[in-house]
């Protein structure tokens, strides 16, 4: 199982400013992988595919990077409704044996 | 657009069952494969199972292996999840999902399965 780990576990930026948040996988998943972000009491939203495209209506404040076991999600410019938990998530392989990280919670500053 | 609506969640004992559907609506039903995906009470996303398109391709997570049953009426646009020998650490938010470009592009709102005497 490719185990996914996520860093930091939460991570404080003020509004404006520019958050990085950072996806490791225990083997490589070539580019593989999808950003998710959620809010409380709500279901995950798809931000990010293939490492680096952004799904539907995602603001192009929001940009991937990353191939092989390194990725990374750059917000650029905080808005106050950014401010969530993000997951990544690989799908690599087959059969498919979807594994998320644990998430990284986004908090105001 | 493209809605998933899930049920039957609720209460049961260890050792118990229950039947989780997800209604679908919006998009050609028949042309996606569908995923169930767990989160449980202030945890991560956990994936569960998948089903491919005409319902011929199925694959579970370990944790879930032997007990869960995915299946789809694709006449009816609907997803189910057969849940058997509950455990207390099935208690989750279990979410339908739509995939496309193998990602989970669309979420349910979830239904909450509790598992405890």
């Known amino acids: 199982e490719t185990v996914m780990t996520q860093s930091p576990a939460t991570l404080s930026v003020s509004p404006g400013e520019r958050a990085t948040l950072s996806c490791r996988a225990s083997?490589?998943?070539?580019?593989?992988l999808a950003w998710y972000q959620q809010k409380p009491g709500q279901a995950p939203r798809l931000l990010m595919y293939?490492?680096?495209t952004r799904a539907t209506g995602i603001p192009a404040r929001f940009s991937g990077s990353g191939s092989g076991t390194e990725f990374t999600l750059t917000i650029s410019s905080l808005q106050s409704e950014d401010f969530a938990v993000y997951y990544c998530?690989?799908?690599?392989?087959?059969?498919?044996?979807?594994?998320f990280g644990q998430g990284t919670k986004l908090e105001i500053k | 657009q493209v809605q998933l609506v899930e049920s039957g969640g609720g209460l049961v004992k260890p050792g118990g069952s229950l039947r989780l559907s997800c209604a679908a609506s919006?998009?050609?039903?028949?042309?996606?494969?569908m995923s169930w995906i767990r989160q449980a009470p202030g945890k991560g996303l956990e994936w569960v199972s998948y089903?491919?398109?005409?319902?011929?391709?199925?694959f579970y997570a370990d944790s879930v292996k032997g007990r869960f049953t995915i299946s789809r009426d694709n006449a009816k646009n609907s997803l189910y999840l057969q849940m058997d020998s509950l455990r207390a650490e099935d208690t989750a938010v279990y979410y339908c999902?739509?995939?496309?470009?193998?990602?989970?592009?669309?979420w349910g709102q979830g239904s909450l399965v509790t598992v405890s005497s």
């Open positions: 999902a739509r995939e496309n470009n193998i990602v989970f592009e669309n």
């Open positions: 919006g998009f050609i039903f028949s042309g996606y494969y």
């Open positions: 089903i491919s398109s005409s319902g011929d391709t199925i």
């Open positions: 083997q490589s998943v070539g580019t593989r």
């Open positions: 293939d490492a680096s």
């Open positions: 998530q690989q799908y690599a392989g087959w059969p498919p044996m979807y594994t």
